[in-house]
């Protein structure tokens, strides 16, 4: 069960980073969704994300392995 969890968890981190690259408006907050530098911010941070869930997947899938 707990060489899962690495899956889980990356695979949520990769979906979360997709969601904040691709659509980074509706991931700010409101008060900064006009804010050009914090949408900017926020579509840099969801690649970063997309990278650190591939990471921890791999990592997931030779311990699984």
Do not use: R
């Not at 069960?1 to 991931?27: H, R, T, V």
């Not at 840099?44 to 990592?59: E, H, Q, S, T």
């Amino acid at each position: 069960m707990y060489n899962l969890m690495p899956l889980l968890f990356g695979g949520i981190m990769f979906f979360l980073g997709l969601y904040m690259a691709i659509n980074p408006k509706s991931a700010t907050k409101k008060e900064l969704q006009n804010d050009a530098d914090a949408v900017a911010k926020i579509k840099k941070n969801g690649f970063i994300l997309i990278a650190c869930g591939i990471v921890i997947l791999i990592i997931g899938i030779i311990n699984f392995i």
